[in-house]
């Protein structure tokens, strides 16, 4: 079965610095038929202006997977990492024990456009640790495994048993991907446009048109 979150269905805040839309209830946005999807609790969609961002502020069990589009994100945290993640780069947190971090754009001129993914831990308290993986040169028309249980295949391990892939398509391009009869999927078009099982669903805000769909 495929049950489809429209964009225009989402969750919508504009604060001026900060434009952003939420897949599922997230801060002021509270919607009981979307609280989240399994382990997947957020996606957010946010695009930041330059010189903006969210000041230090803490966290803690949570599994936070941030995914640049476009523009840059500078990093820091209680840990002592700072790092500017750019388009095509994943930047990964586990919040467990507990964490203060600060996510601003450096850019003098250029918005930044992300996804920041909240996956729940299947333990809490963890300690908190940090990683990265480049997704910019990644081959079209492929999966490419992002965070994993167990850190296969070069992905950036997580406290949870969840697989984040990335499929980047050229036009005409298709990519398939099989699942385990005791697996669930949920597809988040980010950036243009793809059918699935006859449906066509186009990513990017804010076109209106933005679809989200779950398969089951």
Do not use: C
């Amino acid at each position: 079965m495929m049950k489809i979150r429209r964009a225009n269905e989402r969750g919508h805040a504009n604060f001026g610095w900060l434009d952003t839309y939420h897949t599922f209830s997230f801060a002021d946005y509270y919607d009981p038929q979307w609280m989240g999807f399994r382990s997947l609790r957020v996606i957010n969609e946010d695009r930041v202006l330059p010189g903006q961002g969210f000041g230090t502020h803490p966290h803690r069990d949570m599994e936070i997977i941030t995914y640049v589009l476009s523009g840059a994100l500078q990093h820091k945290d209680s840990m002592g990492n700072g790092r500017v993640i750019r388009a095509g780069e994943v930047q990964y947190m586990a919040a467990g024990s507990g964490v203060l971090h600060s996510e601003f754009n450096p850019a003098k001129d250029e918005p930044v456009h992300f996804l920041q993914i909240w996956i729940q831990p299947d333990h809490n308290g963890v300690t908190p640790r940090y990683g990265e993986k480049s997704l910019k040169d990644a081959a079209l028309g492929a999966w490419h495994l992002v965070t994993s249980k167990t850190g296969r295949d070069g992905s950036i391990a997580i406290h949870q048993e969840a697989d984040l892939w990335l499929a980047k398509l050229a036009v005409g391009q298709t990519a398939s991907h099989s699942l385990h009869h005791d697996r669930h999927a949920w597809i988040h078009v980010a950036e243009g446009e793809v059918t699935i099982s006859g449906q066509t669903l186009v990513g990017a805000m804010p076109l209106p048109s933005v679809e989200n769909p779950i398969l089951t």
